[in-house]
T-cell receptor
């Protein structure tokens, strides 16, 4: 079966660094995605990992360890606008569908 | 702006009714994926079409059906609506990024409210 776990909520302070973890169990893995979603809006693509290691994109970085079924999204220099839900998703090898976790709601305080 | 369009943005209807949600993928994209997002739940995959053919099905109810037309736009039909069908419905199309990464970009969604 497929299972993706991530914390439900996190809080952080403006200017700080926060790490959002995601663990997954899947029968056919073809990449891990992170999306940002503001309430009532569409998910927007942040990052993609298919090989082990760190991918850096400006203030956002994402890490993957396939052997551990583990990923994290690192957000640096937090801004108030980073308050949103962050969705971890695994792409199924056979169908290309994305299997999403329930998301981590991040609140950034001044 | 992802380039994926969805109409309508909001839809309010009554139980037992039927509605049609429409999605147009980015120009040139052949794939359309449909997802449902209920309150406090993650995005749930419903169905995937590629160039007019059904490619994969998720936990889509029998009351729901979809199709992709020759111009590549897609419609999701929901019938015999129940209160529990109230949700955000997103479609996404595949984009191949520089480096060959194939990812999904989402449309703005249709918020369905069943009263």
């Amino acid at each position: 079966g497929q299972n993706i776990d991530q914390p439900t909520e996190m809080t952080a302070t403006e200017g700080a660094i926060v790490q959002i973890n995601c663990t997954y169990q899947t029968s056919g893995f073809n990449g891990l995605f992170w999306y940002q979603q503001h309430a009532g809006e569409a998910p927007t693509f942040l990052s993609y990992n298919v090989l082990d290691g760190l991918e850096e994109k400006g203030r956002f970085s994402s890490f993957l360890s396939r052997s551990k079924g583990y990923s994290y999204l690192l957000l640096k220099e937090l801004q108030m606008k980073d308050s949103a839900s962050y969705l971890c998703a695994v792409r199924d090898y056979n169908t290309d569908k994305l299997i999403f976790g329930t998301g981590t709601r991040l609140q950034v305080f001044p | 702006d992802s380039g994926v369009t969805q109409t309508p943005k909001h839809l309010i209807t009554a139980t037992g009714q039927r509605v049609t949600l429409r999605c147009s993928p980015r120009s040139g994209d052949l794939s359309v994926y449909w997802y449902q997002q209920s309150l406090d739940q993650g995005l749930q995959f419903l169905i995937h079409y590629y160039n007019g053919e059904e490619r994969a099905k998720g936990n889509i109810l029998e009351r729901f059906s979809a199709q992709q037309f020759p111009d590549l736009h897609s419609e999701l039909n929901l019938s015999s609506l129940e209160l529990g069908d109230s949700a955000l419905y997103f479609c996404a199309s595949s984009v191949v990024l520089a480096g060959g990464t194939d990812t999904q970009y989402f449309g703005p969604g249709t918020r369905l409210t069943v009263l």
